[in-house]
């Protein structure tokens, strides 16, 4: 049975607590989901005014670190200062809430920061080898671990732009860190949902997740689904097997295990749907949870492409209305063979 077969559903994401209808009368045939022709980010860059360039270094914000660390010329990864941050990272802008006839806000302290995922301006996120993803994954880890130091930070958002239609403004492979503090909606949300999960159950929902409809590859320690009550068409996750709370609990053989299965959920999806513009989110826990929450907060990547915009339901419920069924994404990426894997 293919989506476009299904009666329409109403799924609960009871790990972000949020409902999703599955209406396939809105679907067209899964393989029809391929991504138009996308206006190029960027188009009038080329690599002598990239700024993200191997060569243009100084043509960016501060450096914070580079991978390998003392590398000169020969960098991989570099973590920069974002030129243009959404907070600040001046220690005098203090992070104090402040309530004035019951309106919140807190001083916009904060850390805005660049990943830089190749020297090169060609090369994307899933042309990489499984060991140069892993250096870009080890160096979220790293950043995370200079943030946690940060007494007033209580949450660190990693996310990736792909495409114009995604957000990014510039083509040359990057992602971003936000470290705030305070915890965003989602995240107590999902905090929220988990203890909820654990009281009534004594376990870990994301450790409870395999269900083998929805599952598309696995590696060793991680493994890609469609999730259950997926809210966007060929959304993904990659969680891993083994119970961890926090991203930068990630080692670096566990690293190189899901560089590989990233590049080759990203080549999955690249290769379905015409290279997409998409979005990649890791959802960790907050950082400074109480010891007891540990057994039970788990955290994992949402992948998202964007082939759709959003109405007015959507804004006013929070509720999406998806047109292809998880099932059907699961067994098409699953069956789907690679061009050089054949
Ligand atoms: P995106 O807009 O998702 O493509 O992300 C690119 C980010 O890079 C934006 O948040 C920009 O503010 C930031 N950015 C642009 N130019 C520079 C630069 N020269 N140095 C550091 N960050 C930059
Ligand atoms: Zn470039
Ligand atoms: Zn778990």
């Known amino acids: 049975m293919t989506s476009a077969n299904r009666n329409p559903e109403i799924r609960k994401d009871t790990i972000n607590n949020r409902f999703v209808i599955l209406s396939p009368a809105r679907s067209r045939r899964p393989s029809d989901f391929k991504s138009k022709s996308q206006p190029k980010p960027d188009p009038n860059t080329t690599q002598s005014s990239c700024p993200f360039c191997a060569g243009n270094e100084h043509q960016c914000a501060p450096e914070i670190f580079r991978l390998p660390e003392n590398s000169d010329s020969g960098w991989?990864?570099?973590?920069?200062?974002?030129?243009y941050?959404?907070?600040?990272?001046?220690?005098?802008?203090?992070?104090?809430?402040?309530?004035?006839?019951?309106?919140?806000?807190?001083?916009?302290?904060?850390?805005?920061?660049?990943?830089?995922?190749?020297?090169?301006?060609?090369?994307?996120?899933?042309?990489?080898?499984?060991?140069?993803?892993?250096?870009?994954?080890?160096?979220y880890k790293k950043r995370i671990q200079q943030l946690c130091g940060?007494?007033?930070?209580?949450?660190?958002?990693?996310?990736?732009?792909?495409?114009?239609?995604?957000?990014?403004?510039?083509?040359h492979s990057h992602s971003q860190i936000i470290a705030l503090p305070v915890v965003p909606t989602t995240a107590s949300n999902r905090l929220d949902s988990m203890t909820e999960y654990h009281n009534q159950t004594g376990d870990c929902i994301l450790c409870n997740i395999r269900n083998d409809k929805f599952v598309i590859d696995e590696s060793t320690h991680f493994i890609s689904i469609a999730p259950f009550a997926?809210?966007?068409?060929?959304?993904?996750?990659?969680?891993?097997?083994?119970?961890?709370?926090?991203?930068?609990?990630?080692?670096?053989?566990?690293?190189?295990?899901?560089?590989?299965?990233?590049?080759?959920?990203?080549?999955?999806?690249?290769i379905q749907l015409n290279d997409p513009p998409y979005n990649l989110m890791i959802h960790t826990s907050p950082l400074r949870i109480d010891s007891s929450q540990l057994p039970y907060t788990h955290w994992y990547i949402q992948i998202v492409p964007q082939l759709s915009t959003i109405g007015g339901f959507e804004m006013g419920t929070g509720c999406y209305i998806n047109p292809v069924f998880p099932e059907d994404t699961?067994?098409?990426?699953?069956e789907l063979q690679l061009p050089n894997k054949k």
């Open 330 to 334: 699961a067994t098409i990426l699953k």
């Open 150 to 171: 940060v007494d007033s930070i209580s949450y660190v958002q990693v996310f990736k732009n792909h495409g114009a239609s995604a957000g990014a403004s510039l083509s």
């Open 230 to 270: 997926s809210t966007f068409p060929f959304e993904t996750w990659i969680v891993p097997r083994y119970h961890s709370s926090h991203y930068h609990e990630l080692d670096e053989d566990k690293a190189v295990d899901l560089g590989g299965l990233l590049k080759l959920t990203l080549q999955k999806l690249s």
């Open 85 to 139: 941050p959404a907070v600040s990272r001046d220690d005098k802008v203090k992070p104090e809430c402040c309530v004035v006839n019951g309106e919140v806000s807190v001083g916009g302290f904060g850390f805005h920061d660049v990943i830089i995922e190749s020297p090169v301006h060609s090369v994307h996120l899933p042309d990489l080898e499984p060991g140069e993803v892993a250096v870009v994954l080890l160096a």
């Open 76 to 83: 991989k990864v570099r973590v920069i200062e974002n030129l």
